[in-house]
């Protein structure tokens, strides 16, 4: 999870075209996705998530060395019961000349609550940030005043929360909890960040050109309130959807960074360009718990068991990505104690994969006994994405090691699959989920009986008891202590099966410092890079 400025890297063609040419400092990316919406209450992809924190801050932010820091807040107050943030906001300004003000984020965080288009409303809730009223507000706009957020003054915002949450001041860095100027907002209607005339900028950069499918151009905004910090000029996006077309691009000099996809990790892993870090994401099988045979326990576990999740990792993807060892990710968040998490943690499926291969079988013998049945048949959904649709593919010839197991391939693209998904229409479908903020919370809460992303109804209370316990704990190392306890539940009861955490493996050009990879929350962040002569 390190910054990639402490990675090695540098390019085939030493020729890219990075500020030294021009005498500015001039950044060109290529990312696989376009930005699909610049509002911050409705952004829910990675590069959106990068282009608003290009233009907007939020209260805190993270510093290089992935630190939380301060941003439009230049400190705050907590009360004795832990429950009453006070935030001091600094003098800055939106790009029209309008103070950045508390009321800007009152209105911002109310409105995404309430709004019941806003697929990150939830983490204002329990499932979340955890701020009083949330819950009951979720998608109703009558309710806004409920809402435990308040501007006491123009430089000072109050949020009270309904249980003490040792991570909500690093939720304020990710873009949900940004600002937004209400009176511009409300002009935009509906038009509201989808180009550089419908949006505000008071972060380190200004949208100033967007041509949707193709390109995005940011350039350094003077009025920013650490301008005088930032050294970029000027930063470039390229939407390439295809990674071979991507790399090749970066070998010719005209962008300084490319993601690669698994296919092509061979070929460039050897270059000083290649840079290969752990990711955040988990991949997992979820299990449709309403479909009768997989409500059986011995049927999920064999499904878990026969997936050697090292060979996938090692031979098929070899992007970096490493097995999973339970439903919270490595390099997340450390206790108390100063460990991480999975460190102390048990591993669950792991050991030697002859005996996992052995034992699956016999559970899923097991299970064709107890439902009655000489073949189980399962519809299988994944994306063709990468590295969703190599690992699909892998897992399915593992699948076929078990003996009565037909197996049906579903392919939907990423869209259509989380519809799918969201209908329970499927058995087994291989599904993805990243970290929001730094606590092991941001996975086991997927989990929750009813909750919003449960789309496999896993169904045992105890799980979500023990997290309430775990909420209410008298200190933090007993609380950690809890947070395992509820996991330990969910992996026994195999209500999802992990897979793997994912890698990234990149070109960056070497001239590029001090961009920040992080492992939560917003992928990069470029307010501090610097580009060497």
Same mark, same amino acid.
């Given at each position: 999870?390190?910054?990639?400025?402490?990675?090695?890297?540098?390019?085939?063609?030493?020729?890219?075209?990075?500020?030294?040419?021009?005498?500015?400092?001039?950044?060109?990316?290529?990312?696989?996705?376009?930005?699909?919406?610049?509002?911050?209450?409705?952004?829910?992809?990675?590069?959106?998530?990068?282009?608003?924190?290009?233009?907007?801050?939020?209260?805190?932010?993270?510093?290089?060395?992935?630190?939380?820091?301060?941003?439009?807040?230049?400190?705050?107050?907590?009360?004795?019961?832990?429950?009453?943030?006070?935030?001091?906001?600094?003098?800055?300004?939106?790009?029209?000349?309008?103070?950045?003000?508390?009321?800007?984020?009152?209105?911002?965080?109310?409105?995404?609550?309430?709004?019941?288009?806003?697929?990150?409303?939830?983490?204002?809730?329990?499932?979340?940030?955890?701020?009083?009223?949330?819950?009951?507000?979720?998608?109703?706009?009558?309710?806004?005043?409920?809402?435990?957020?308040?501007?006491?003054?123009?430089?000072?915002?109050?949020?009270?929360?309904?249980?003490?949450?040792?991570?909500?001041?690093?939720?304020?860095?990710?873009?949900?909890?940004?600002?937004?100027?209400?009176?511009?907002?409300?002009?935009?209607?509906?038009?509201?960040?989808?180009?550089?005339?419908?949006?505000?900028?008071?972060?380190?950069?200004?949208?100033?050109?967007?041509?949707?499918?193709?390109?995005?151009?940011?350039?350094?905004?003077?009025?920013?309130?650490?301008?005088?910090?930032?050294?970029?000029?000027?930063?470039?996006?390229?939407?390439?959807?295809?990674?071979?077309?991507?790399?090749?691009?970066?070998?010719?000099?005209?962008?300084?960074?490319?993601?690669?996809?698994?296919?092509?990790?061979?070929?460039?892993?050897?270059?000083?360009?290649?840079?290969?870090? &752990? %990711?955040?994401?988990?991949?997992? #099988?979820?299990?449709? =718990? !309403?479909?009768? $045979?997989? @409500?059986?326990?011995?049927?999920?576990?064999?499904?878990?068991?026969?997936?050697?999740?090292?060979?996938?990792?090692?031979?098929?993807?070899?992007?970096?990505?490493?097995?999973?060892?339970?439903?919270?990710?490595?390099?997340?968040?450390?206790?108390?104690?100063?460990?991480?998490?999975?460190?102390?943690?048990?591993?669950?499926?792991?050991?030697?994969?002859?005996?996992?291969?052995?034992?699956?079988?016999?559970?899923?013998?097991?299970?064709?006994?107890? &439902? %009655?049945?000489?073949?189980?048949? #399962?519809?299988?959904? =994944? !994306?063709?994405? $990468?590295? @969703?649709?190599?690992?699909?593919?892998?897992?399915?010839?593992?699948?076929?090691?078990?003996?009565?197991?037909?197996?049906?391939?579903?392919?939907?693209?990423?869209?259509?699959?989380?519809?799918?998904?969201?209908?329970?229409?499927?058995?087994?479908?291989?599904?993805?989920?990243?970290?929001?903020?730094?606590?092991?919370?941001?996975?086991?809460?997927?989990?929750?009986?009813?909750?919003?992303?449960?789309?496999?109804?896993?169904?045992?209370?105890?799980?979500?008891?023990?997290?309430?316990?775990?909420?209410?704990?008298?200190?933090?190392?007993?609380?950690?202590?809890?947070?395992?306890?509820?996991?330990?539940?969910?992996?026994?009861?195999?209500?999802?099966?992990?897979?793997?955490?994912?890698?990234?493996?990149?070109?960056?050009?070497?001239?590029?410092?001090?961009?920040?990879?992080?492992?939560?929350?917003?992928?990069?962040?470029?307010?501090?890079?610097?580009?060497?002569?």
């Amino acid at each position: 999870m390190a910054a990639c400025s402490s990675a090695p890297a540098g390019g085939t063609d030493q020729s890219n075209t990075s500020g030294s040419s021009t005498g500015s400092q001039v950044l060109n990316l290529i990312k696989e996705n376009d930005v699909i919406t610049m509002d911050s209450s409705l952004a829910t992809d990675g590069t959106s998530f990068e282009a608003i924190n290009m233009v907007i801050e939020g209260l805190e932010t993270t510093d290089p060395e992935h630190n939380i820091v301060p941003a439009l807040a230049e400190s705050y107050d907590v009360s004795d019961d832990e429950l009453t943030y006070t935030f001091h906001l600094r003098d800055a300004e939106w790009s029209n000349g309008d103070p950045v003000t508390a009321a800007d984020f009152e209105y911002a965080w109310k409105d995404t609550i309430t709004d019941p288009t806003a697929d990150y409303a939830y983490l204002f809730t329990t499932d979340g940030a955890c701020i009083k009223g949330a819950d009951e507000a979720m998608g109703d706009p009558e309710k806004k005043d409920e809402i435990a957020v308040t501007a006491k003054d123009d430089k000072t915002l109050e949020v009270t929360l309904s249980r003490k949450t040792p991570y909500f001041v690093s939720l304020t860095t990710f873009p949900p909890f940004y600002p937004i100027n209400q009176k511009f907002a409300e002009e935009q209607g509906d038009q509201y960040g989808l180009s550089p005339e419908n949006l505000l900028f008071c972060g380190p950069f200004e949208l100033e050109n967007w041509t949707k499918g193709n390109s995005l151009k940011f350039v350094k905004n003077q009025k920013y309130w650490g301008a005088d910090d930032v050294a970029l000029d000027e930063i470039n996006i390229s939407v390439v959807p295809d990674p071979s077309t991507a790399a090749l691009t970066y070998e010719n000099g005209s962008a300084d960074y490319a993601r690669l996809n698994s296919s092509l990790v061979d070929k460039y892993k050897d270059d000083e360009a290649f840079t290969s870090v &752990l %990711g955040s994401f988990l991949w997992y #099988l979820q299990y449709n =718990f !309403e479909n009768e $045979d997989l @409500a059986n326990e011995n049927l999920r576990k064999a499904l878990t068991l026969v997936v050697d999740k090292t060979n996938l990792t090692d031979e098929i993807l070899k992007d970096g990505s490493i097995p999973a060892e339970g439903f919270v990710t490595k390099a997340l968040a450390n206790g108390p104690d100063g460990k991480d998490y999975r460190e102390t943690a048990e591993a669950y499926f792991a050991g030697d994969y002859e005996d996992n291969l052995a034992e699956a079988q016999k559970l899923f013998d097991q299970a064709k006994k107890e &439902l %009655g049945k000489d073949t189980i048949s #399962l519809r299988f959904l =994944f !994306e063709p994405s $990468d590295p @969703a649709k190599p690992a699909a593919e892998f897992i399915q010839s593992e699948f076929a090691k078990l003996d009565g197991l037909n197996i049906e391939m579903i392919q939907q693209e990423k869209n259509a699959r989380l519809k799918t998904q969201q209908n329970g229409d499927f058995d087994i479908v291989l599904t993805r989920w990243g970290p929001d903020y730094a606590d092991p919370t941001t996975y086991l809460n997927v989990l929750l009986p009813g909750g919003s992303f449960n789309f496999g109804k896993y169904p045992n209370t105890a799980y979500s008891d023990k997290l309430d316990e775990a909420a209410s704990a008298a200190s933090a190392e007993e609380r950690w202590e809890l947070l395992k306890e509820a996991e330990k539940i969910a992996m026994d009861d195999v209500a999802v099966g992990p897979v793997f955490q994912t890698g990234a493996s990149d070109l960056l050009n070497p001239k590029v410092k001090n961009l920040v990879d992080n492992p939560v929350g917003v992928p990069f962040v470029y307010k501090y890079v610097t580009i060497e002569e």
